[in-house]
Structure formats: C-alpha cells, structure tokens
T-cell receptor, first 114, second 111 residues
Framework: GAGVSQSPSNKVTEKGKDVELRCDPISGHTALYWYRQSLGQGLEFLIYFQGNSAPDKSGLPSDRFSAERTGGSVSTLTIQRTQQEDSAVYLC????????????FGDGTRLSIL | QKEVEQNSGPLSVPEGAIASLNCTYSDRGSQSFFWYRQYSGKSPELIMFIYSNGDKEDGRFTAQLNKASQYVSLLIRDSQPSDSATYLCAVHLDSSYKLIFGSGTRLLVRP
C-alpha cells in the first residue's frame, strides 16, 4: 500500500512486559514521527527522525521508552517494563523532509496494559 | 496558555448548514497550519493545509488564516452526517518540524 503501515494494530500485554511497535513510512518520506494519544485526549509528540540526523527524543515520557529507525525507513518504538499508564494508541506519521510538509498518519497501534 | 487552542464542542449543526471550526495559536512565528479529521477509533486524516494569509478552498472545505490575529479556521459547507468527527488543528512552529496539535473540536451534523 501507499500509506503509513503500523503493526500490530492491537496489542494486549501484562504490566511489566516489554513491547515493540513497528512503523513503515510512506516510500520516499524522510521524516518519521511517533505520537501517543490517550483516550479522549490530543496527540502527544514522542520522537522524531529525519534522515541520518540524530533523533529528537524530547517527547519520550521516560527512559522506558526508546525508538530506532533502521536504514532510514522502518522504525520500532520499544516500551520496556510496561505500566498501565502506557495504555494508549501509538500513532506513527511520516512526511517529506521539509519542516512545513504535511504529516500522514498510520492507523495506529492500540496498546492495552493489563 | 496552550500553544494551540480549540473549543472542544460538540458543535452541532443541521445537515446542509455551514460548520465553522476555529483554532488559535500562541506562537507568532508559526508558519504552516493543518486541519485533520479524526473519526472515533481511527487515526487523523489530513484534510487541509494552509501557509499564507487568506482563504484556501478545496471542495466543500475552506481554510482561513489570519496570522495577525493568530487565528485559523475551517469552514465545511453543505455539512453531511458523514462529516461528524473530531477536527484537529495542528501548527508548525517557526522553523520546527514539530506539529503542535490542539485537543480537537467534536462536530455533530444532525440529519
């Protein structure tokens, strides 16, 4: 498909487990973003990747959260020792490299921590 | 003060009416402005973007930007029940890649 692809679409796990969320951006898009959206809330910026530059991790809520982007394409967001407050929809977006370009979102991963 | 503010609504309009959604932002250096539509349980979908003062039209949608007043709006003409959704305003701060989102306005179009 031509859009941003995220997997899994749903993830249920026990508190304390680690989870990995995957994002495959639109082909050719050099910028990739992760957001989090809690129920009924707005979008919270987590991390940004642009080309080969160092990522902006300023939105990560704790050191349990990390992300990487391999080969300038696919990205993985990892949450270690999950907590109930981590339950949310995790959205990935991508865009062309210029700062004013629209971001296009994937369908998200709905994460539920039991 | 939030960086991007929207009335949470719900804004209720009858089918066929014009829906007017408003957004204000705090950073005077903001350069680009976006409207996303988000259906319940779905991800945000880009519907309009605007960079310059004035109006930009696309089908039934018109985005209006007034940088002096730090105000951006979205008009939806001939509103349809299928337009019922939450509309998110998003702003790029000056020379920044970060999109700052408002909390969204819920629109209800009554048949």
């Amino acid at each position: 498909g031509a859009g941003v692809s995220q997997s899994p679409s749903n993830k249920v796990t026990e508190k304390g487990k680690d989870v990995e969320l995957r994002c495959d951006p639109i082909s050719g898009h050099t910028a990739l973003y992760w957001y989090r959206q809690s129920l009924g809330q707005g979008l919270e910026f987590l991390i940004y990747f642009q080309g080969n530059s160092a990522p902006d991790k300023s939105g990560l809520p704790s050191d349990r959260f990390s992300a990487e982007r391999t080969g300038g394409s696919v990205s993985t967001l990892t949450i270690q020792r999950t907590q109930q407050e981590d339950s949310a929809v995790y959205l990935c977006a991508s865009s062309w490299g210029n700062s004013n370009q629209p971001q296009h979102f994937g369908d998200g991963t709905r994460l539920s921590i039991l | 003060q939030k960086e991007v503010e929207q009335n949470s609504g719900p804004l209720s309009v009858p089918e066929g009416a014009i829906a007017s959604l408003n957004c204000t932002y705090s950073d005077r250096g903001s350069q680009s402005f976006f409207w996303y539509r988000q259906y319940s349980g779905k991800s945000p979908e880009l519907i309009m973007f605007i960079y310059s003062n004035g109006d930009k039209e696309d089908g039934r949608f018109t985005a209006q930007l007034n940088k002096a007043s730090q105000y951006v709006s979205l008009l939806i003409r001939d509103s349809q029940p299928s337009d019922s959704a939450t509309y998110l305003c998003a702003v790029h701060l000056d020379s920044s890649y970060k999109l700052i989102f408002g909390s969204g306005t819920r629109l209800l179009v009554r048949p």
